[in-house]
């Protein structure tokens, strides 16, 4: 069912573009930008109510922060698309565990946050607010928060960053705009304006936003973790940022999926972290 609704939406786009490319460009950058799920579940409420809960503003945007206090240095988790906190539970609970200060924020438009759209420009601009307020020594990001979380660190260097984990993190924006062209089925009127329209609005073309190469202007330790059989985020994106981030080191994993929620991993990051 939820095929045949993606595949009707793109037909109906491509309709509209033979009338006009540019609002049906613009219609598919809106669809790509508003996440279908990421709000909070009464069971992760549960969760998150242990936390000491605050809310700080970008651009009059709320964002939403958790905090579990600890006595070791501060860890920063910034959870991907479709998300949110709640997601780190099981790491949460290990870092707590081991004394570590631990903070987590939900993105734009997911969780308690603000906004009615997502962007991983947006969403480093909340990463740099939270950042800046709970000065973490460690910033791990799954996902699209991963991208952020570099998209943040190379924009503003902070100093008190020592290590940075990535988690199942896309290299190429532009791989990511085109995986979301083949699944709607877009035709090449829309792709070729979607490119424009990005432009206008982020003032650079969608090749310009990318993992690999805002990461060589990072000098944090990193730690990279991707599983091999990843069907959203190709394991190639992986190796592209490994290539490029100095002091980083890459785990594959097999049969975790894209999620990497599993014990083996938060066994790694937390060896990271401490080592």
Known sequence: MEKYIIKLVGTYLNVLSMFSADYAANKAL????????GKLKPNHEAFLSSANQSVLYYEELPIQVYHWKGEKETILLAHGWESNAARWKNKINLFINEGFNVVALDGPAHGKSGSKVFNALLYSEF????????????IIGHSVGGMASVFFQQKYQLKHIQKMVL????????GVLKNYVELLGYNSKIEKQLHNVIFDKFGAHPEAFSTSKFIKDIETEGLI???????????????????????????????????LNHKSVSKNVLEFIKG
């Open 30 to 37: 809106h669809i790509f930008s508003k996440p279908r799920k």
């Open 167 to 174: 988690l199942g993190a896309p290299s190429e924006f532009s």
């Open 127 to 138: 990463i740099n607010v939270v950042a800046r307020k709970c000065k973490p020594q460690v």
């Open 225 to 259: 973790i991707h599983d091999q059989k990843d069907s959203i985020i190709p394991f190639s994106d992986a190796k592209l940022i490994e290539k490029n981030f100095k002091n980083s080191k890459l785990i594959s994993t097999t049969g975790l999926g894209h999620s």
